[in-house]
């Protein structure tokens, strides 16, 4: 079974960093991909970023290029997401999810996504 487990979120002042953890088990083949979505109140769920475990790849959405990086330790299978420079508008509730696929072209869409953790809030104070 695979599960996907958050942690590191919390309250930080604009300007502040969080490190987000994203510890995946479960994975029956190496070359799964890790997307990093977002969802605010009343908004829909945004991909943020995603990375390619096989091959590499990485994708940062245009509002958190230059802000965020992704990164992997595949020898403990976790995937963190560094915030830095953190804006009120990264508030929402950050999720990883576990697929096949990860596009430096693209963003990560949540129907190529198929195991999700349960989440960890952001919250970003001005």
């Known amino acids: 079974e695979v599960k996907l487990v958050e942690s590191g979120g919390g309250l930080v002042q604009a300007g502040g960093s969080l490190r987000l953890s994203c510890a995946a088990s479960?994975?029956?083949?190496?070359?799964?991909?890790i997307g990093w979505f977002r969802q605010a109140p009343g908004k829909e769920r945004e991909g943020v970023s995603c990375t390619s475990r096989g091959d590499g790849t990485t994708y940062y959405a245009h509002s958190v290029k230059g802000r965020f990086t992704i990164s992997s330790d595949n020898a403990e299978s976790t995937v963190y997401l560094q915030m830095n420079n953190l804006k009120p508008d990264d508030t929402a509730v950050y999720s990883c999810?576990?697929?096949?696929?990860?596009?430096?072209?693209?963003?990560?869409?949540?129907?190529?996504?198929?195991?999700w953790g349960q989440g960890t809030q952001v919250t970003v104070s001005s």
């Open positions: 999810a576990g697929g096949l696929v990860c596009s430096a072209y693209g963003p990560p869409v949540t129907y190529e996504y198929d195991y």
């Open positions: 479960g994975f029956t083949y190496d070359d799964y991909a």
